[in-house]
């Protein structure tokens, strides 16, 4: 449970999530639920198979190098908690 | 043991290129520098949930077409994978990107220092988004900053990121390299090349190790180097401080720094201190590529003559591997070059000319070959009146600078100016009488022994013809004159 616990945390972190003493134990073993439940492909019997990346039998999709209208920009930044000559405002970083 | 080593550097450079296409790489929007703040931004690059990107064809074509001119290997098969940071300038909070599959690997460029060509290996090439770009308020950078703002016009740029093998051991061979590189890029016409603007950069990771040492020494990684003359300074700077630490007892840390132009250093860069942890995996929404021996086949088929190959084709026409040289890494010096000597029998000339009469003229003028209406045809036509002795190179020289300017037929500046060579001999003995006549005393001093007083009067001579007559011819003529006196 330890473990699931730090990685409770580690992703949290990486997301910038912060979470409760409580959080941190329900999404761990939620987390762990999961983990176990996905872990059952483990059972298939993969040898002799291509490992995979994708699951639709495409490829090569790619479209012409031609332009297309974008938003205006005043639609862009409508949602922005802040803007500021024209760009998004964001508090400070370091 | 107290000597003192010898240290030897190791240096890997990692370059950014955004891609010449008209579109981002994964939207419709505009790919272009210097537009109003946030104005080539669609819900795509603007990381709005719900979007899906589709990958623009070109972006995959100019990256075979450069990882083929690397001679790299072209992958059968590649993907695309998210790289997953938080950044201000990223909007998705993660980068597409390529991880364990890029598009090419295994190639290198050659490089020439000096005398000396060494081959620098290409570990990789593979295609991302570029980010954002943050202006910071309140301070001349991140460091100190009250706050930033975004601009997302560069978000989803094509970039391909070229990364090198640490085979590189001076600063020298890092500009050299780095200078190659631009102009192979510039020559598939895949990048601009613009360093200063930063369409083109180059970050450097730089260690040291005792000399004959096979363990590498813990490297920084130099950042901010936006022209070559700053690489190769920020390089030197990196090297003799690593040296310094070591020297003195310390440990190289590994970090990233940056090169400042102003104090002339490079120094730590302040970053949150946190381990990246990019959890790649593959991006679902972009089907892998399947590139096949055709599709490389007929791109191999549309690839421009590289550098290299053009430099040892002038060598074959008979220009020194020094001349050919300083036209290939000119573009547009080689293309006037090859326009012009496909119709002179003198390539060797043509070079000369543009190498020293035409560039002297562009940079005089601070202008661009392209600007002005100047035709290579036509120097090709001055070049043959030069060296058929119709004209002199002192009124070729004259007929050039109009030439350029002009844009005419040299042969109809020569007329229109009057510079046709006066190359007969009894006009040419006339003058050289009346020259004699009216400096005696240099005659008197010739007969003394002098013979040093020649040259004054050929260029006596010359100016009365106004450049007109061949110095040699004036020079034979003249010492029958002053012999017979």
């Given at each position: 449970m330890d473990s699931s616990l730090d990685l409770v945390r580690h992703v949290a972190r990486l997301a910038r999530l912060e979470l409760t003493p409580e959080e941190e134990t329900t999404f761990g073993r939620q987390l762990g639920q999961i983990v176990e439940y996905v872990e059952q492909v483990q059972a298939v019997d993969t040898s002799g198979l291509e490992p995979t990346s994708h699951c639709m039998p495409l490829v090569n999709v790619v479209r012409a190098d031609e332009p297309s209208p974008g938003l205006a920009r005043q639609e862009l930044l409508a949602n922005a908690p802040r803007a500021e000559a024209g760009m998004f405002r964001v508090p400070k970083i370091l | 043991m107290s000597t003192t080593p010898t240290y030897e550097a190791v240096i890997g450079l990692e370059v950014h290129a955004e891609l010449l296409t008209a579109t981002k790489i994964f939207c419709g929007c505009a790919a272009r520098f210097g537009s109003e703040p946030n104005t080539d931004v669609c819900p795509v690059c603007a990381g709005f949930p719900g979007t899906l990107p589709v990958l623009n064809g070109k972006v995959v074509e100019f990256a075979i077409m450069t990882g083929l001119a690397l001679h790299c290997d072209i992958a059968p098969r590649c993907k695309f994978d998210r790289k997953n940071y938080f950044y201000p300038d990223l909007p998705k909070g993660y980068q597409i990107s390529q991880y364990d599959q890029p598009i090419a690997t295994k190639g290198f460029l050659e490089v020439r220092v000096a005398d000396a060509t060494t081959r620098v290996g290409v570990h990789r090439v593979h295609m991302e988004e570029d980010a954002g770009k943050l202006v910071h308020v309140g301070a001349a950078g991140l460091a100190g900053a009250e706050y930033s703002l975004v601009d997302l016009n560069r978000a989803g740029v094509p970039l391909l990121e070229i990364v090198s093998e640490p085979d590189i051991r001076s600063s020298e061979e890092a500009r050299a390299y780095m200078a190659e590189l631009r102009l192979l890029?510039?020559?598939?016409?895949?990048?601009?090349?613009?360093m200063e603007e930063g369409s083109l950069r180059c970050d450097a990771n730089v260690s040291v190790r005792p000399a004959g040492r096979a363990e590498l020494g813990t490297r920084t990684e130099v950042k901010n180097l936006n022209s070559l003359r700053?690489?190769?300074?920020a390089i030197d700077f990196e090297i003799e401080r690593q040296i310094r630490v070591l020297s003195e007892g310390g440990a190289v840390l590994q970090e990233t720094r940056l090169w400042s132009e102003e104090r002339q250093v490079t120094y730590a860069m302040?970053?949150?201190e946190e381990a990246s942890d990019y959890r790649y995996f593959p991006e679902p929404d972009l089907s892998p590529l399947v590139i096949d021996s055709g599709w490389i086949a007929d791109i191999r088929a549309r690839m421009p003559e590289l550098p290299a190959a053009r430099r040892t084709r002038l060598v074959d026409l008979g220009l020194s591997s020094y001349e050919a040289g300083v036209l290939v890494d000119q573009g547009e010096l080689a293309a006037a070059f090859d326009a012009a000597a496909k119709a002179s029998a003198y390539p060797r000339a043509i070079a000369t000319w543009l190498i020293k009469d035409v560039t002297r003229l562009l940079n005089e003028g601070k202008l661009?070959?392209?600007?002005?209406?100047?035709?290579?045809e036509h120097l090709a036509r001055l070049v043959d009146l030069v060296e058929t002795r119709a004209i002199t190179v002192a009124a070729a020289r004259q007929v050039l600078a109009a030439l350029v300017t002009e844009g005419k037929d040299p042969a109809a500046l020569v007329a229109e100016m009057g510079l046709a060579a006066m190359a007969d001999d009894a006009a040419l003995r006339e003058i050289i009488e009346r020259i004699l006549d009216a400096h005696q005393a240099q005659v008197a001093e010739f007969k003394a022994g002098k013979t040093k007083v020649?040259?004054?009067?050929?260029?006596?001579?010359?100016?009365?013809?106004?450049?007109?007559?061949?110095p040699q011819q004036v020079n034979a003529l003249l010492e029958e004159a002053l012999a017979r006196r």
């Open positions: - | 890029l510039l020559t598939l016409g895949v990048n601009d090349g613009r700053f690489l190769q300074k302040r970053s949150k661009r070959l392209a600007e002005l209406p100047f035709q290579p020649v040259g004054f009067l050929t260029g006596q001579v010359m100016r009365q013809t106004q450049g007109r007559a061949q």
